[in-house]
């Protein structure tokens, strides 16, 4: 692994422990045994860091959810594994690193594959294809629609605003919007795997 996958991937460690605006430069130097100038010769500042830190994470998780994909039995049960994924990704993040990433999103637009947009959410059109072949979504579905309404309504389930002051708890979230909405696309097969799967959300 050479500097710069090393230094991504402590930032990305500090950045998910402690936020993004409490990470310095000083502190990820310390923390790898290297000198500041190192960094700065590879990061021409901490917005680039962060840039470099996000594709990384991304990737990351892209990478998951292709594996998990593959080796699920159906999309759903795919599907189910992806949310218990992201629920253990998110739930080792510091609410200081959430609240920040929301912060520096204007400042990050189209820098994530040419998308305005961080992505959380494992979603895609292919999976929407698989579902249809499979038999668990409905087959008159229009499938860029229904992966772009899935994946905006996977990031509305992490947002922060629907769990302020704990009103919401995730799952209830989880239940009432996405799960929900996956039920309405599906046939009757898909529903008994939903039914199935979905008491351990």
């Not at 045994?33 to 994470?57: A, C, H, N, P, Q």
């Not at 998110?90 to 820098?111: Q, T, V």
């Not at 961080?118 to 292919?126: K, L, R, S, T, Y």
């Amino acid at each position: 692994m050479n500097n710069r996958d090393r230094i991504i991937e402590e930032a990305a460690l500090l950045f998910r422990t402690y936020g993004i605006r409490s990470v310095t430069m000083d502190m990820l130097a310390n923390k790898m045994g290297i000198s500041k100038r190192t960094i700065y010769e590879l990061f021409r500042d901490k917005d680039e860091l962060l840039e470099g830190v996000l594709k990384w994470m991304t990737d990351k998780q892209k990478e998951i959810v292709t594996k998990i994909t593959y080796e699920s039995g159906n999309v759903i049960e795919a599907i189910f594994k992806v949310l218990d994924f992201m629920r253990v990704h998110l739930e080792k993040m510091s609410p200081a690193f959430l609240l920040d990433i929301r912060k520096y999103r204007h400042r990050m637009l189209n820098i994530i594959d040419g998308k305005d947009e961080i992505e959380f959410f494992g979603f895609n059109e292919d999976i929407i294809r698989k579902g249809i072949e499979q038999g668990i979504f409905r087959n008159e579905l229009e499938v860029k629609i229904i992966s772009k309404c899935l994946f905006e309504i996977g990031k509305m389930s992490d947002v922060a605003d629907l769990s302020v002051d704990d009103e919401f708890m995730r799952k209830d979230v989880m239940m009432n919007i996405f799960i929900n909405y996956l039920k309405g696309i599906s046939t009757p097969k898909g529903l008994e795997l939903i039914n199935k799967l979905e008491i351990n959300i």
